[in-house]
């Protein structure tokens, strides 16, 4: 519910501290043993992506009212979830991404929305040991992707708009 400049301003500030952790593991690489340093900088071209990718999606929450509006939506639904999930318990009530959930949002959000992203076809994946809030992050992704189809597209955004499939053991 943050005004969209705070909103924006706390996402740039979220993806600003991983750029400094970028900056500060980068410095390390140099003092690797040779044959580590080429796969080291492989990996920081990695980061270096997911940042752009993070802030190509806070640019487009940004510039898209619609988008804007339905990640709002999703959050409050998401924060809906934890009220009715947790009742008599305020302090388990509150919706508190970690940060690894608001990165892997950031990092696909864009794509999942706009059919032309740069991304749209790359498979990201989000591992975690059980209970540390996967499906939490990507619900949080799928409500948003509803929002937004129902919101930019109105009547033509109805119908399904994910396919899941859970394994079970």
């Known amino acids: 519910t943050a005004p969209k400049n ?9 993806v600003d501290c991983f ?14 043993p040779a044959e580590f340093q080429s796969t080291a900088k492989r990996q920081q071209g ?6 752009d990718r993070m802030h190509r999606s806070i640019h487009r929450i940004d510039t898209d009212a ?3 509006t339905a990640y709002q939506r999703a ?3 998401m924060h809906l979830q934890r009220q009715w999930a947790f009742p008599g318990e305020p302090e388990r009530q509150s919706l508190t991404w970690r940060p690894f959930q608001l990165a892997f949002q950031l990092l696909v ?5 706009d059919r032309d992203d ?3 076809e790359t498979m990201d994946l989000l591992w975690f040991p059980t209970g540390g ?15 937004h189809r129902r919101l930019s597209r109105k009547e033509a955004g109805v119908g399904v708009s994910v396919i899941m499939r859970y394994t079970l053991r």
Do not use: P
């Open 133 to 147: 809030g996967k499906t939490e992050a990507y619900l949080a992704l799928m409500a948003c992707v509803f929002f």
């Open 19 to 32: 750029q400094n952790w970028i900056n500060e593991v980068s410095k390390e690489i140099s003092s690797l």
């Open 118 to 120: 740069d991304d749209r």
């Open 6 to 14: 705070d909103l924006v301003s706390g996402l740039n500030l979220f």
């Open 75 to 77: 959050n409050e639904a």
């Open 109 to 113: 959000l864009a794509s999942l929305v």
């Open 46 to 51: 990695h980061w270096k992506n997911a940042r």
């Open 66 to 68: 619609d988008l804007l």
